[in-house]
């Protein structure tokens, strides 16, 4: 094969069908106000851990829904479960109870702590 010099990247395609979605499931069984949370990213803009770290509980809210649960599980040790991010969201999401459910499934579902 010739070499022009540059490389065809994989798409960036989101595979619903391999991801694991147990975690959402999860949480979606235990609080229903998560179906309601639209990304507007208001919980991150007044997220305590967020301005400190890297963590975005919109992002984590995206990926979690996505079943791509690996960086999930990484970030979930940023939250301060300081309920800001409760108070601050427009669908009424209990964003922190989200989280402790996070973790709980991820104990749960995979065996092991977070």
Do not use: W
Not at 1 to 16: E, H, L, S
Not at 58 to 65: Q, S, W
Not at 76 to 86: A, Q, S, Y
Request: proline share 3%; hydrophobic share 35%; charged share 25%.
């Amino acid at each position: 094969m010739a070499d022009f010099g540059f490389t065809i990247i994989k798409p960036r395609v989101i595979d619903y069908d391999s991801n694991d979605r147990r975690i959402a499931e999860y949480i979606f069984e235990r609080e229903p106000s998560f179906r309601l949370c639209i990304e507007c990213g208001a919980c991150s803009a007044t997220c305590s851990a967020g301005n400190f770290t890297r963590f975005s509980l919109r992002e984590f809210n995206i990926l979690l829904k996505r079943g791509e649960n690996s960086y999930v599980k990484n970030e979930l040790k940023k939250c301060m479960l300081c309920g800001k991010c409760t108070l601050v969201c427009p669908r009424g999401v209990n964003t922190r109870n989200v989280i402790s459910l996070a973790q709980e499934a991820f104990i749960k579902l995979n065996g092991h702590e977070v």
